[in-house]
């Protein structure tokens, strides 16, 4: 309740008071809203009520509102959003309060229901189902069911706005994965491939190796080698290496493939009987070697 003020009406002095009230509509799980019933001796007796109060000299308005449902409801609450403010009609010229009404979301929190004296029944009921019970007829009631809609209305906005939200992920992290699986996919591919060109490759430098001296300097020897190389050009380009493995170096069961000789221990390459690649850290195909 706000001070006092004087205010001239008609040449008239009169005290006013501004009174402001805070109501919230309890809901529970985001399904159900508890909606009261006023008792009797009480204003506006056995109609429906959402439970709230005035605000109180140095309070905030969240601390208004936790109090005021604690004391009519025995629950602990957490404030939501403000669904709206209300301004009520003066009933005279010379009224005595101005009356304004701020309307909240509160989120049950704990407890068990315990009514205070100005309320003698209670029900937790869905939005729906309480719409159904207020009456559009009764000005009391009528301004309880406005502000329990705009409360259905602002959660089904807040669990469509999350939907699209989870939607919207979801469809990001499927394209993510399937950028990933395409891009897996094309590798597979490409090293499918690669391993079916690289025994071409092999005879390649077999011919060269088994060619005889007197055809070293020969046309068809330059171009087999031009060929090779341009094959060699073409892996390279697509990310494969030839593996660096030479006479001496320890056996390494990750890039060696041993063809004769022993695999373990302190055995080294004596021999290398066909070369090995791989495309960045993956070895697509071991060396094979001889090892002793």
């Known amino acids: 309740m706000l001070e006092n003020e004087k205010n001239q009406n008609n040449g008239e002095t009169f005290s006013r008071k501004m009174v402001l009230t ?35 000299k140095g309070e905030t308005i969240e601390e208004a509102l936790k109090r005021e449902v604690f004391e009519e409801t025995g629950l602990e609450v957490e404030m939501g959003d403000i669904l709206k403010a209300t301004e009520f009609p003066k009933k005279d010229k010379n009224f005595k309060e101005e009356k304004r009404g701020l309307r909240f979301i509160a989120y049950y929190k704990s407890g068990e229901v315990n009514l205070s004296e100005e309320h003698d029944s209670y029900e937790w009921l869905s939005f729906d189902e309480a719409l159904e019970k207020l009456s559009e007829k009764d000005e009391f009631e009528r301004e309880k069911k406005e502000t329990i809609r705009l409360a259905k209305d602002m959660i089904d906005l807040k669990n469509s706005y999350e939907g699209w939200r989870r939607a919207l992920a979801d469809l990001e992290n499927f394209k993510k ?83 004769e000789g022993k695999a373990g221990g302190e055995a ?22 001889e090892a002793e």
């Open 177 to 259: 994965r399937s950028a990933k699986e395409n891009e897996e996919f094309r590798k597979y591919c490409l090293e499918d491939f690669i391993l079916g060109i690289l025994p071409v490759l092999d005879n390649f430098e077999l011919a060269a190796d088994h060619a005889p001296e007197s055809e070293k300097d020969s046309n068809w020897m330059v171009g087999i080698l031009h060929i090779k190389k341009q094959l060699e050009d073409v892996l390279k380009e697509r990310g494969v290496e030839e593996l660096e493995v030479k006479k001496g170096d320890s056996v390494d069961t990750r890039i060696h493939d041993v063809i």
């Open 22 to 56: 805070i109501k919230g509509v309890v809901v529970r799980d985001e399904k159900e809203v508890l909606l009261l019933k006023r008792a009797k001796g009480q204003t506006n007796p056995k109609k429906y009520d959402l439970p709230g109060g005035r605000l109180d």
């Open 268 to 289: 080294k390459v004596s021999k290398v009987l066909k070369k090995g690649y791989k495309m960045g850290d993956r070895v697509i195909r071991p060396a094979s070697v």
